[in-house]
């Protein structure tokens, strides 16, 4: 069986501001009733694949496997990072973890954030391509290009006639606008998608040969990861002394055993708003919209509002993209797209929490977004999954109210336990041990309102916890 890894981490820049570091465009809804990291797992699901292995960080291990559950997902590995390192380091991680629990195994990387629609035809070319892996080769998959995109790399193919693998010619880096027309004329190219097929001792071995300093330290964080609930911890000892290095830059682009499989369905890494303009459907002029927005005499335009409640409305725009977030609003040229990460790297030099903090706050237990905030009070929406539990805790500097307003809380505080429902409200005095739990089956919704000298989310001791958290996290 095959082995589908998914890369699973994100700055959250290019695709700014739905998009933040604290919760990446894969866990977003950009197309259709899935998320993007879950279309991922659904493309390589069936009778000749294993459970993914997923490679995310801290922050994101909970989002995981609740994205996992949402489609029925349940038996997957998901390995933590200490910290983020590029895809070398973690695609080395699942190849050392997967060959000690299954020598041999073939394995099939790819990033959260692509978007694929043919999953069939996808599994069609890994089992095309499967062969050759096996015989000691690393596969990479090509996409048919359809216009000179200058925001991609390259691969040169040997024999453009053939649909099945064949030996890469090489790797081109991020063409100009003149070499990627005649790249496209040629026929000879594809697009690097950035996903690979090989087995874990090839890619060893590949690591071995070109990037030999990555080994050892890797090797340790596999030998002496944790289990940390049903994840596993990459253990940090020199990890974080590894280079920040892209497996093309430190295997791909030196070895002389790649081949190409080519792809010809379609697909996006939806790197930048304009390409989500391009994929968006048409309607007409081409402008794109989503949520609540409308486009009045409009060309080449992507107008999309993400807030609840938030009408959009562009008028005789033309090659303009905006995107309306709660806390946040984007208004570029689409020329300009790929240039947005600039935005947050200013916004972040200035301190403004916008830049990488996403308005809602995703917990294991659920989440929360805050509806206003001043010096001495905020009120904030909490909503509580089914089963899901705030740890037992206390604040130094702020009492809170709670008023359930759908659903049914169990709130302790100090040593009593009461049922709270909609329309109820109670009193968590400062200083108080507290505990809010959602014993029903439906999401339970509730308004808090704190008061006090201190709003941090660290202002917290914690005592008890389900999901064996540790730092300051709010709950």
Avoid at 268 to 281: F, M
Wanted: glycine fraction near 8%.
């Amino acid at each position: 069986m095959i082995t589908p890894v998914i890369l699973c981490g994100g700055a959250g820049t290019r695709l700014w501001p739905l998009s933040r570091k604290s919760y990446p465009k894969q866990f977003t809804r950009l197309k259709g009733e899935l998320t993007l990291f879950q279309n991922a797992a659904m493309r390589l699901k069936g009778a000749e694949f294993a459970p993914p292995l997923v490679v995310t960080g801290p922050d994101f291990r909970f989002i995981v496997t609740e994205q996992l559950a949402e489609i029925g997902i349940t038996d997957a590995t998901v390995l933590i990072e200490p910290a983020a390192r590029n895809t070398a380091p973690a695609i080395l991680a699942a190849a050392l973890w997967l060959d000690q629990r299954e020598p041999g195994a073939a394995m099939v990387v790819m990033p959260a954030d692509h978007a694929m629609a043919d999953g069939a035809g996808f599994r069609r070319c890994v089992s095309a391509a499967l062969p050759v892996a096996q015989e000691g080769r690393i596969v990479t998959f090509g996409i048919r290009p359809d216009r000179p995109e200058t925001g991609y790399g390259w691969l040169e193919m040997s024999d453009p006639s053939a649909a099945g693998p064949q030996p890469l010619q090489r790797f081109v880096e991020k063409p100009a606008q003149p070499l990627a027309e005649q790249m496209l004329a040629s026929g000879q190219y594809l697009w690097n998608a950035g996903i690979f097929l090989f087995t874990a001792p090839v890619l060893r071995a590949a690591v071995t040969a070109h990037a030999p300093d990555l080994l050892a330290p890797v090797e340790d964080a596999v030998a002496a990861a944790q289990p940390d609930l049903d994840f596993h911890r990459l253990a940090p000892g020199a990890w974080g002394d590894l280079p920040n290095l892209s497996i093309d830059y430190a295997v791909m682009e030196k070895s002389d055993a790649l081949w190409v499989q080519p792809y010809d369905g379609a697909w996006c890494d939806l790197g930048d708003w304009e390409t989500v303009r391009r994929e968006s459907p048409d309607l007409g002029d081409g402008v794109a919209t989503g949520g609540a927005a409308t486009a009045l005499e409009c060309r080449n335009t992507l107008l999309r509002s993400e807030a609840e409640g938030m009408e959009l409305v562009g008028l005789g725009l033309e090659d303009i993209v905006v995107v309306a977030t709660p806390d946040a609003v984007l208004v570029a040229d689409r020329s300009r797209a790929q240039e947005v990460g600039r935005v947050v790297q200013t916004l972040k030099a200035r301190g403004a929490p916008q830049a990488e903090q996403a308005p809602r706050d995703h917990r294991p237990w659920g989440w929360f977004e805050t509806l206003a905030l001043d010096d001495r009070f905020q009120v904030k929406r909490i909503v509580v999954k089914p089963g899901g539990q705030l740890s037992l805790q206390r604040h130094l500097h702020r009492a809170e109210h709670w008023i359930v307003v759908s659903g049914t809380a169990r709130v302790t505080i100090g040593e009593d336990v009461t049922l709270v429902s909609e329309n109820q409200s109670v009193y968590v005095p400062l200083g108080a041990r507290h505990r809010m739990e959602n014993p029903g089956k439906v999401p339970m919704v509730l308004i808090e309102v704190q008061t006090g000298s201190y709003l941090g989310e660290d202002d917290i001791i914690r005592y008890e916890d389900v999901y064996a958290r540790s730092g300051p996290e709010d709950g």
